[in-house]
């Protein structure tokens, strides 16, 4: 194996590398599938290697060993609602499942947030009282809904 990248986040799969990382750079802008290591598995490829909008990835396909979990998870910063919303319903498609403060689980068990960019922004706003509300209103949502938060800063409730 020739590593194009000298670091790259590792994720361990039972089956269905091939498959997850296909879908993974079918979600995002500027990711490509790098290299695949077969290793005498043409079905269910060994190493894949891929660049998920710019940032480059693995997927070790070698069984049952060890399990995916929460602990790590793919943190993808969104530009807008539409932008959260299309990313969102790809991910719990088939199988994926939602979780609380803009986390999900993909199909393969794989952990994500989708971070809207106005999130950050708002949870670090200098009004630190406005920053609770917002804060508040995201502990009570699975998707992040821009529109609540900016109204929960501002002190409104959302009509």
């Excluded at 790590?72 to 969102?88: G, P, R």
């Excluded at 508040?136 to 009509?159: D, H």
């Amino acid at each position: 194996m020739a590593y194009r990248s000298k670091v790259r986040t590792c994720l361990w799969f039972e089956k269905g590398g091939l498959q997850a990382a296909e879908f993974y750079v079918s979600l995002l802008p500027w990711s490509a599938i790098d290299a695949v290591y077969a290793h005498g598995k043409p079905d269910d490829p060994m190493v894949v290697e891929f660049i998920l909008h710019g940032t480059p990835m693995m997927i070790l396909t070698a069984g049952p060993h060890y399990r995916l979990s929460p602990a790590a998870s793919i943190s993808v910063l969104t530009k807008d609602q539409a932008e959260t919303d299309d990313l969102w319903s790809a991910l719990i498609a088939n199988g994926g499942a939602e979780s609380n403060c803009g986390w999900l689980t993909d199909r393969w068990g794989v952990s994500w947030q989708i971070v809207p960019e106005a999130l950050p922004r708002l949870l670090g706003g200098p009004d630190r009282e406005a920053a609770g509300r917002a804060q508040s209103a995201m502990m009570q949502m699975k998707k992040i809904n821009i529109a609540t938060l900016e109204s929960a800063y501002r002190g409104k409730q959302r009509e």
